[in-house]
């Protein structure tokens, strides 16, 4: 490793953190980072809390043991179950001048600027619902005013990855779930893609929902939160290398991820594998 190679981590349990690293890449052009995919034990969606976390947590300290002094939990699932828990109990014990940060805060921060009439619609995996984070936190950042109603897709996210979004088949599992959700609150005027794999699907999504609905996507949300970070803590940002380099990592078969990760980041790229 070279001594003065800090790149910034991105970590997905898979490919969906691709489409949050492109939008970062975008506005944060000049730095290094790593993309770190463990596609060789994704989808993270339907396990359990302590296999999140310690999963996360293997993730987070091998990219630390890259150079990283910062990692983006670009993953739903992980910033639901294992965020927390890492930035409370790991990182002081590890080296307090490290940061993870996750997806779910800075898409919740932006919700109550847009929603008109108070409802809002989470769209997301098993694990991301389950958690609950998102109405928890959206509770916190508007005493509890906002009401939020939640819809798990399950089949959305094997979709995307199979590359079957033009599929007859994925327009019957979104309008399905999409029904749903409106079913049990009409009044929902700002819907949340709580998976980075869903913005792969908005042109499907937008078939079936409202004209007044506004959908949050968290690439060019997340990106911007990141931006402002950085500038609000400059000892953070003088600590990362920017050399405009993007490295990505791979637990399973790099043949397999380079062609499936084109998917999400619109380009080609090379891959390496790497052992958690």
Known sequence: MQENYHPIGVFDSG??????????????????????????????????????????????????????????????????????????????????????????????????????????GVLGTAGTILSDSYPLEIAKISDGKIIVTQEACPMWVPLVENDEISNPATDYFVCKNINNLFKNDPAIDTLILGCTHYPLLLPVIKKFIPENVTVFEQGPIVAASLSDYLFRHPEISMKCSKEGSCRFLTTESVKNFESRASIFLGSKLIAENIQL
Not at 17 to 23: D, F, V
Not at 24 to 40: R, T
């Open 15 to 120: 490919y969906g953190g691709l489409t949050i690293l492109k939008s970062i890449m975008e506005k944060l052009p000049e730095y290094d980072f790593i993309y770190l995919g463990d596609n060789a034990r994704t989808p993270y969606g339907s396990r359990s809390y302590d296999i999140v976390y310690e999963y996360t947590r293997q993730a987070v300290m091998k990219l630390f043991s890259m150079g990283c002094q910062l990692v983006i939990l670009a993953c739903n699932t992980a910033s639901a179950k294992a965020l927390r828990t890492i930035q409370q109990n790991d990182l002081p014990l590890f080296d307090p001048s490290l940061r993870v940060l996750g997806v779910i805060r800075p898409s919740v921060e932006k919700i109550q600027f847009f929603t008109k009439t108070g409802h809002v």
